[in-house]
């Protein structure tokens, strides 16, 4: 199956600093590319939905000048939790279709001290 | 998304056939059923999709009544890596830009 390819997997960072997640399609084009967000114990929880070229949409109650997504190539979207705070600590995973499948990314780990 | 509902865990003996039930009674007419795991820590995984017809790849097969109401997965020969959460989703398919909403899932567990 196509591989998407996230970076950094594991993070740890002080409270009021800001982290960018990496999220590459390595061997397809991505036009639409989804952030998720899970904590311990629960389901995955769409952050938002990237769109090459233009601004992401959240969904509702997800913080956008927070969570700053750039998807400014068809391969390559950036997730920046700013001013991070330790309840931000959390599991991210993004996400690309490839035809009518969705491939993940392997996630990172954060976790704001 | 239509919502979807799975037993929240399942146990299941290694080299034994998993069976793990979907009810989607509110399914459209052009949403598809898909069936993603999350081993611990990992992002999820694509097993395999359909619409209405039965489907089989190379690690499950996806069963869909007729009515397409519920589907059943099955994993023919299960071992201990097939330990996961198992995620039943439906999705409009056929455009890149539709979103997957995840539920509670299975939790499955293969014992040696």
């Known amino acids: 199956g196509a591989v998407v390819s996230q970076h950094p997997s594991r993070v740890i960072c002080k409270s009021g600093t800001s982290v960018k997640i990496e999220c590459r399609s390595l061997d397809f084009q991505a036009t639409t590319m989804f952030w998720y967000r899970q904590f311990p114990k629960q389901s995955l929880m769409l952050m938002a939905t990237s769109n090459e070229g233009s601004k992401a949409t959240y969904e509702q109650g997800v913080e956008k000048d927070k969570f700053l997504i750039n998807h400014a190539s068809l391969t390559l979207s950036t997730l920046t939790v700013t001013s991070a705070h330790p309840e931000d600590s959390s599991f991210y995973i993004c996400?690309?279709?490839?035809?009518?499948?969705?491939?993940f990314g392997s996630g990172t780990q954060l976790s704001v001290l | 998304d239509a919502k979807t509902t799975q037993p929240p865990s399942m146990d299941c003996a290694e080299g034994r056939a998993a069976n793990l039930p979907c009810n989607h009674s509110t399914i459209s007419g052009n949403e598809y059923v898909y069936w993603y795991r999350q081993i611990h820590s990992q992002g999820p995984q694509y097993i395999i999709h359909g619409l209405k017809n039965n489907e089989t790849n190379e690690m499950a097969s996806l069963i869909i009544t007729e009515d397409r109401k519920s589907s059943t997965l099955i994993l023919p020969h299960a071992t201990l890596r097939d330990t996961a959460v198992y995620y039943c989703?439906?999705?409009?398919?056929?455009?890149?830009?539709?979103?997957?909403?995840f539920g509670k899932g299975t939790l499955l567990t293969v014992n040696p």
């Open positions: 996400s690309a279709s490839e035809g009518v499948k969705l491939f």
């Open positions: 989703i439906v999705r409009v398919s056929g455009g890149s830009n539709y979103k997957l909403t």
